[in-house]
């Protein structure tokens, strides 16, 4: 197995010791005896490497032992399946752009994607998928949750599922990272507000990172000495939890478990420093903000995150000049793609890391009067690539102006069933949570898309 | 007056098309769902009633809630004690905890009958500090929150002083609300008013896009593009309807100050939906009849003549068009309408609460059901018979049986919605810098410089969900300014240095406890903190690193 890392190994059986003692399991009794017996400073002795020193390459131990991984592409705003993976050439509304052959014979794509179309045979696209939602906020709900939301329970978001699933709780480099940096987003920044990691609990929650690359405050104070911030931390743990289990209290639940999540995330302040990545990588993935992202999603990845959702504001909605819009946006996602892929394909870790880039519908096959593409939920296509997914294969097929979906025809169910599998997740177990009524991972049975599975 | 032109070029359509473009490149709107109304409601009568009460509305309040309760076969919780009340009631009405001293005077006076409490709730709601406070909630609900360049414009030019001379007058919701739509103040005192429209600065679709909640607790983005999608009452039509009242609108810096000046002509444009069918813009809002106006024919232009103005201009003052759409706005389509009053009474519900009788409170259409229809419709009638009196409103909810429920969440229930037992939420930005003043040097200090840091670093209010982020975990743990605050306690009469000053752990812990929580500990967490200090000599750091360790606790955090 190759190595994970980037940088220039150091000691890590200091580092390791290091990260059991700042991973902030946080159960209070042990604070409540460390203080009281004072040892909390003798403590620091192990402790004293945890913001500083620690670095990057000892947290790959973690990520060397654990299994299967993701990598998210959300596409908000929605593609267009057209100028992606379902082209239409010489049709009415088909588009300007031609299709061009791939290394999988009789496969074409969008004349936009001529890196991909070098890499088909990693690649498995879903050109039949039909969903519900017609509109963006209930399309990324359903489209990022799996499922349809039935109030007052909030069904956790794929990263919060996949990170409790898969994910380190005691690893300090955090599980679930949104990177997204563009903030904004029209309804996509109305569900940024919103609960993500909903039954599951705050701490399966996304950290969230990006557009400056870097995490304000991630740096302990100097004028305060790190035996002073890990006693006052587990006083306010104490204190904290006290008040959260006496209150019942959800929202002192997700306090709590925000402040338990600071000395991970201080520990491992390097992996958001996207300046630490070699400037030939960072030139290869593209100047833009997402290229940018996905590259460190790659690097999050390799260094212990389980799930890294790239997003960057909600791009693709091209009501307006779609053409315009799609010659923009499609080929850096082509780039990024064979990028990503390739990247994770040479350092032997593409067979353990999903990679699904998707958005939460398709586009229309007709043009507006602006030449926009508005929204068409009907027969959209996704790809996804490595761990547990075959390569070369093309499911499901549109009718030839693409309205229908005339072939192999999935919907959100299929396809999370088919993540969670690919993921080597039941998707069909049950969640049993106190208080909560009958919900499973995937709801109705509703089975995997079997063609392209491993 | 130069600068309006040309009615009917397609400009505007245009610049609708690249609106879209541009907030589909650079993702500046938020986005939502809209507005709307069960007709019944909507047509509420108008006849004139004899207001009730204080007494009589806080009843119906209480047995609305009590058939709710019914309703959903559960019980609500028990009252909260007597020291949560007063550290509740504090935040709520005049942004703070309240200082030791308060708290005890409270307990002394008594608070466990609804005189005793009735009487620190006019004492409040008289105070100084709670025209500051909700001034900055009306501020943030009607402006939004905002770089701090821009705060500081909203004060230079009496944004500020106009809301809290209205906040400080009581002054009645709709009149507030007409003079900041009209923007022609009455005299020098009103000039502030202007700034509503102002600072959108010629932004015709944001200024929409701001009334609509604002005004009638619905939000419209969803219509710039075609009729909502899932909300049947609320129109692309209506989008640029509300527009178009707006669109004669032109900004002028004059020499008595920011005027928001009116074309009498101009404004004509026609929106797209997606099919590309073109509709006229008419003065169309929600369940109102269309503005009649004429519109010139395709090729007829408009010529922006004197006697289209009412004659009185004067150098300090804009002329005004015989027919102002923004007055038609006012007086056909504000004033009496149901919807004022309904969004005002949800949202101070919400503000008092933790949640709306309507959730999210500002998207109170057809598909957002309230929980409690009938208190909705009788305390938003109440409103407006009692000519729409925000502190009668705010009094009347304080003085409920539900207001002073405990939070603790009773086993049973789950829904929020049964105001079964307090809602908790997060302080605000500048209740928490003030709550942190009030902790740590005992009086409010320099209010604005510690607001303005904490208000940008936690910009919420009344969030759809209680959710904490690490960014605010992070700014409390490693952000240099909770440590410059806590290093400014030095002054013989704040905390650090008073606590530092005494003689036994035990004192120590009993005030942290009182300051910080209101309380008094229990054995315990006074064992935990006692002995914190005792292993280190209770010296002034180790007094600051548990003061830390309780000013970042949720008990701290959250009004509950």
Redesign the interface.
């Known amino acids: 197995m190759k190595k994970y890392q980037q940088s220039p190994s150091r000691d890590s059986h200091h580092s390791r010791n290091a990260m059991q003692h700042s991973c902030g399991s946080a159960e209070h009794t042990v604070h409540?005896r460390l203080?009281?017996q004072?040892t909390m400073a003798a403590g620091a002795a192990s402790t004293g490497s945890f913001s500083g020193l620690f670095s990057v390459p000892a947290l790959a131990d973690v990520a060397k032992k654990s299994g299967k991984k993701c990598i998210l592409l959300w596409l908000c705003?929605a593609p267009s399946q057209f100028e992606t993976w379902d082209p239409k050439p010489g049709t009415e509304t088909g588009g300007p752009f031609p299709a061009i052959p791939t290394n999988l014979s009789g496969v074409k794509v969008s004349s936009l994607m001529p890196q991909c179309a070098t890499i088909m045979d990693k690649l498995a696209v879903v050109r039949s998928m039909k969903t519900e939602p017609?509109?963006?906020?209930q399309g990324i709900d359903v489209l990022t949750r799996g499922d349809k939301p039935r109030p007052?329970f909030t069904r956790p978001i794929l990263g919060s599922v996949i990170a409790q699933q898969l994910g380190q709780l005691d690893s300090p480099v955090p599980q679930f990272v949104l990177l997204d940096p563009?903030p904004?987003?029209?309804?996509?920044?109305?569900f940024k507000?919103?609960?993500?990691a909903g039954w599951l609990g705050?701490e399966y929650?996304p950290?969230?990172a990006g557009g400056n690359y870097a995490?304000?405050?991630?740096?302990?104070?100097s004028?305060?000495s790190e035996v002073?911030?890990a006693?006052?931390?587990a006083?306010?743990q104490?204190?904290?939890r006290?008040?959260?289990n006496?209150?019942?209290?959800?929202?002192?639940a997700?306090?709590?478990?925000?402040?338990n999540?600071?000395n991970g995330?201080?520990s491992c302040a390097p992996l958001f420093d996207l300046n630490q990545l070699p400037e030939k990588d960072r030139q290869r993935y593209g100047g833009g903000a997402f290229a940018q992202h996905a590259l460190q999603a790659r690097h999050l990845i390799e260094n212990g995150s389980t799930f890294v959702m790239v997003a960057n504001?909600?791009?693709w909605?091209?009501?307006?000049?779609q053409h315009e819009?799609h010659q923009m946006l499609v080929p850096e996602l082509d780039n990024v793609l064979f990028q990503l892929i390739n990247d994770l394909e040479d350092r032997g870790m593409l067979q353990d890391t999903l990679v699904i880039a998707m958005g939460e519908f398709g586009r229309t096959p007709w043009l507006?009067?602006?030449r926009?593409r508005?929204h068409y939920p009907k027969a959209w296509s996704m790809a996804m690539a490595g761990g547990g997914i075959k390569g070369g294969v093309v499911h499901g097929a549109t009718d030839p102006l693409g309205f229908e979906v005339v072939d192999g025809q999935v919907d959100n169910r299929n396809l999370f069933a088919t993540i969670f599998e690919a993921l080597g997740i039941d998707p069909h177990q049950e969640y049993e949570l106190p208080?909560l009524p009958t919900f499973h991972r995937v709801e109705n049975d509703t089975q995997p898309i079997r063609e392209i599975l491993v | 007056m130069k600068g309006f032109c040309n009615p009917m070029e397609p400009k505007v359509r245009i610049g609708g098309?690249?609106g879209?473009?541009l907030?589909?490149?650079?993702?500046?709107?938020?986005?939502?769902?809209l507005e709307a109304a069960e007709s019944g409601n909507a047509v509420a009568s108008t006849e004139k009633m004899v207001p009730r009460n204080h007494e009589e509305v806080v009843a119906q309040i209480n047995q609305h809630l009590q058939r709710g309760y019914q309703n959903r076969g559960l019980e609500p919780t028990n009252s909260c004690d007597d020291r949560a009340f007063v550290r509740r009631v504090y935040l709520d009405l005049v942004g703070r905890i309240p200082k030791v001293a308060e708290l005890e005077k409270c307990l002394k006076d008594g608070i466990e009958t609804s005189q005793q409490r009735g009487r620190l709730i006019e004492q409040l709601l008289q105070s100084e500090e709670h025209v500051i406070h909700w001034a900055d909630l009306f501020d943030t609900l009607l402006m939004g929150r905002a770089a701090e360049a821009k705060y500081a414009k909203r004060r230079q030019h009496q944004w500020r002083a106009f809301l809290e001379n209205s906040i400080r007058t009581n002054q009645p919701w709709n009149q507030f609300i007409e003079e900041i739509l009209l923007a022609r103040p009455a005299d020098e005192t009103k000039q502030g008013g202007n700034w509503f429209l102002f600072e959108r600065n010629n932004d015709h679709q944001q200024i929409a896009e701001a009334i609509a909640p604002a005004v009638f607790g619905i939000r419209i983005?969803?219509a710039q593009?075609h009729d909502h999608?899932?909300v049947d009452e609320i129109k692309q039509s209506h989008y640029w309807g509300l527009v178009a009242f707006f669109n004669r609108g032109k900004n002028e810096d004059g020499k008595a100050g920011p005027q928001v000046m009116e074309s009498a002509v101009g404004g004509f444009s026609e929106f797209?939906d997606?099919?590309?069918d073109s509709t006229p813009n008419r003065l169309a809002f929600l369940e109102v009849d269309t503005v009649e106006e004429k519109r010139p024919g395709k090729d007829e232009k408009q010529s922006d003549e004197d006697e289209l103005y009412r004659p009185g201009r004067t150098d300090n003052v804009p002329r005004v068009p015989v027919f102002s759409r923004r007055e038609k706005f006012v007086t056909k389509v504000v004033r009496d309408h149901p919807r004022v009053a309904r969004a005002l009474v949800n949202r101070v519900w919400a503000l008092l609460m933790g949640r709306g009788i309507v959730h999210p409170y500002d998207e109170m259409d057809s598909i957002h059901d309230p929980s409690h229809p009938e208190l909705l419709d009788w305390l938003s009638q109440d409103f407006r018979d009692s000519g729409y009196s925000v502190r009668r409103l705010i009094r009347a909810i304080v003085s409920s049986d539900a207001y002073r429920l405990a939070?603790?969440?009773p086993?049973h229930v789950?829904?929020?919605?049964t105001f079964a037992y307090y809602l908790?939420?997060?302080l605000t930005g500048e209740q928490l810098a003030r709550s942190i003043a009030i902790a740590l040097f005992g009086d409010l200090g320099d209010d604005e410089v510690v607001n303005s840091v904490f208000r940008q670093q936690f910009p919420d209010l009344l969030?759809?969900?209680?959710?904490?982020?690490?960014?605010?975990?992070?700014?409390l743990?490693?952000?240099?300014k909770l440590?410059d605050l806590l290093m400014a306690s030095k002054q013989p009469t704040h905390l650090i240095p008073r606590l530092a000053g005494m003689d036994t752990d035990q004192e120590r812990v009993d005030l942290l406890f009182q300051v910080m929580f209101a309380r008094v500990p229990d054995a315990?967490?006074n064992?935990?903190?006692k002995?914190?200090l005792s292993?280190r000599g209770g010296t002034a750091?180790s007094i600051r690193?548990?003061a830390?360790?309780?000013l970042?606790?949720?008990?701290f955090?959250?009004n509950?």
């Not at chain 2, 789950?414 to 919605?417: I, R």
Request: charged share 25%; net charge negative.
């Open positions: 409540r203080f009281l004072g705003g017609g509109e963006h906020f007052p563009c904004e987003g029209n309804e996509f920044k109305q507000a919103g609960n993500w705050a929650g950290i969230r995490i304000p405050n991630i740096n302990r104070l004028e305060i002073d911030h006693d006052r931390e006083l306010r104490f204190l904290s006290k008040f959260e006496d209150q019942r209290s959800e929202a002192a997700s306090h709590n478990a925000a402040f999540r600071v995330l201080m504001g909600m791009p909605d091209n009501h307006v000049f819009m507006n009067d602006a926009g508005d208080g | 098309l690249l879209c473009l907030m589909s490149v650079c993702f500046l709107h938020g986005g939502g769902a983005e969803c593009c999608m899932l797209a997606l099919l590309g939070s603790r969440r086993e789950d829904d929020p919605a908790e939420r997060s969030p759809d969900e209680q959710v904490a982020n690490v960014k605010e975990s992070l700014f743990s490693n952000g240099p440590q315990e967490e064992a935990v903190v002995a914190y292993k750091e690193q548990v830390w360790s309780m970042t606790s949720a008990e955090r959250y509950h």
